[in-house]
């Protein structure tokens, strides 16, 4: 399982754009791109997930580079309840596969 | 779709007491569910894999005898936390999905041990 590396702490403001990158230097040409937020008591919510370039949902949208040894998370004009951890995850594109969380990347959203 | 609800939210016991906590898929069939501890502030960490009508895999340093895990049903896996002691306080959570799609997980159960 790729390891990946996201900054630990993050801060921004509401209606900022937030951009959070992920470093993941070993991941497998089978292996996706997946993001999760949590918040406090809560279990992780699944965000997004790629393969390669472009991804865009109704909540983020996610960047991945041709040599996908890295990808970046951004969230258009973050408002306080995005205040979260937020964990980027490389997953095997077969089977049930389990995810190994690394230390995830603490957003906080000031008004 | 793809809903995972685990029960008990909160739990608050004596320690000694066994406490079993219950992860249910409600809307897909779940061969393959995975428990997770979270300590406060930390990351989730992987406890065990939950196999469907086999035996649980469990990653290295967690105790299978302290923590009983069964998957009789295809959407309905448990997890035991046997003769629970303060150190087992923790936030549990469980996940599970189809094949080949992002996993979803349960709101997770705070247990407390006094």
């Known amino acids: 399982l790729a390891k990946t590396t996201q900054p630990i702490s993050m801060d921004s403001y509401e209606g900022q754009e937030v951009n959070i990158t992920c470093s993941h230097n070993n991941i497998a040409t089978n292996d996706y791109i997946t993001w999760y937020q949590q918040f406090p008591s809560q279990g992780p919510r699944f965000i997004i997930q790629g393969y390669k370039t472009k991804v865009t949902n109704e909540v983020a949208s996610l960047f991945i580079p041709a040599d996908r040894k890295s990808s970046t998370l951004s969230l258009p004009r973050v408002s306080l309840s995005d205040t979260a951890v937020y964990y980027c995850?490389?997953?095997?594109?077969?089977?049930?596969?389990?995810?190994?969380f690394g230390a995830g990347t603490r957003l906080a959203v000031h008004p | 779709g793809a809903v995972v609800s685990q029960h008990p939210s909160w739990v608050i016991c004596k320690s000694g007491t066994s406490v079993k906590i219950e992860c249910r898929s409600l809307d897909f069939q779940a061969t393959t569910m995975f428990w997770y501890r979270q300590f406060p502030k930390q990351s989730l960490m992987l406890m065990a894999t939950?196999?469907?009508?086999?035996?649980?895999?469990?990653e290295q340093g967690v105790e299978k005898d302290k923590f009983l895990i069964n998957h009789a049903s295809l959407t309905l896996s448990t997890l035991t936390v046997t003769s629970a002691h303060p150190e087992d306080s923790s936030f549990y959570i469980c996940?599970?999905?189809?094949?080949?799609?992002?996993?979803?997980f349960g709101d997770g159960t705070r247990l407390s041990i006094l």
């Open positions: 939950s196999n469907e009508g086999s035996k649980a895999t469990y």
């Open positions: 996940s599970g999905g189809t094949g080949g799609q992002p996993q979803h």
């Open positions: 995850l490389v997953v095997g594109s077969g089977g049930y596969n389990k995810l190994i």
